[in-house]
């Protein structure tokens, strides 16, 4: 299968699959779309029916875009591997807290966009994007607190994937947060699959 995504320095949506697909060691081509050139819109509607990406082509030639119908589609693909929780109400919770993702926190995605190369601490901290900080920090308390971590739900799953880009934002601006929080953030930064991602996006310069 073949992941379409933009740049890594700042295609939050893309970081999301493609991080699944690496973390699970899911085999897979990756094609690149440098954003904000004249022809980036041409490029990516040659792949994706919404001109945006990421959008996942299937073995079988099936486009799928939206980040959330992606991750679903593999963890269809893949029931083995676990990227939901197994337990049937952590994975409700899960299920919550990553549409809460997808769809919200509109506030904190327009001040402090991802932008892993940039490191300006304090730089976004509007009251509306740090009201939606401090919602993120409530749930990944809470999250830690109910799984033991090291990750959302223990080990990492699709929750993680989905709070990724958020998690290089704050390594970027360092709002306030808790030190589950702080720790959190430096336990995902760490793992194998991510520290990929932002040796890309250094690679991208
Ligand atoms: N809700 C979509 C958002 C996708 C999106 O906005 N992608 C941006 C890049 S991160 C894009 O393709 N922009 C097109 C462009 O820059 O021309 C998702 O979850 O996949």
Known sequence: ????IGDKNSSSWSMRPWLVLRHFDIPFEEVLIRLGQPDTKETIRRYSPSCKVPCLITDSGEAVWESLAIIETLAECFPQLAMWPRDAAARARAR??????HGGFADMRRDMPMDIRTIAPGSGASPEALENVARIDE???????AHGG????????IADAMFAPVVMRFNS?????????????????????????????????
């Not at 749930?139 to 607190?145: D, K």
């Open 150 to 157: 090291p990750f959302l739900f223990g080990e990492f799953s």
């Open 173 to 205: 601006y360092a709002p306030p947060l808790g030190d589950e929080a702080r720790a959190y953030v430096k336990r995902l930064t760490a793992l194998p699959a991510v520290a990929a991602w932002i040796e890309g996006a250094a690679r991208e310069r």
């Open 139 to 145: 749930i990944w308390r809470e999250c830690l607190a």
């Open 96 to 101: 919550s807290i990553s549409a809460e993702m």
């Open 1 to 4: 299968m073949k992941l379409v």
